[in-house]
């Protein structure tokens, strides 16, 4: 399994981001998608995940209402647009893939494969 995250950038406070998550390897209908991300000095952090097949999805508090993730079957993409975004939203965001995750613990980073980071940075 591969994971290549994109579409991470710069840009200011109350902006909008989107980014991706090619996933490739094998079929993922077994599989939970999420996104964490992992501010310098901190723990690994749950952003949102979504099951491949059903399309379920869990967010973070701190992602309620501002995130929204999304995949693409056809083209085997996870997405996680990102607005009104703020300064603390700043840090490496990864993507990450679960096979048969028990789903109570979609907020826990017991993922199997992650790929690589991909900088966001917020400011004024």
């Known amino acids: 399994v591969q994971l290549q995250a994109s579409g991470g950038g710069s840009v200011q406070i109350g902006g909008s981001l989107r980014l991706s998550c090619a996933a490739s390897?094998?079929?993922?209908?077994?599989?939970?998608m999420g996104w964490f991300r992992q501010p310098p000095g901190k723990e690994r952090e749950f952003v949102a995940a979504?099951?491949?097949?059903?399309?379920?999805?869990r967010y973070a508090d701190s992602a309620k209402g501002r995130f929204t993730i999304s995949k693409s079957s056809a083209k085997s993409m996870v997405y996680l647009e990102m607005n009104s975004l703020k300064p603390e939203d700043t840090t490496l965001y990864y993507c990450?893939?679960?096979?048969?995750?028990?789903?109570?613990?979609?907020?826990?980073?017991?993922?199997?494969?992650w790929g690589q980071g991909t900088q966001v940075t917020v400011s004024s």
């Open positions: 990450a893939a679960a096979q048969g995750l028990i789903w109570s613990n979609f907020d826990r980073p017991q993922y199997d494969y």
């Open positions: 390897g094998r079929s993922f209908n077994n599989y939970v």
């Open positions: 979504i099951r491949w097949s059903g399309g379920t999805t």
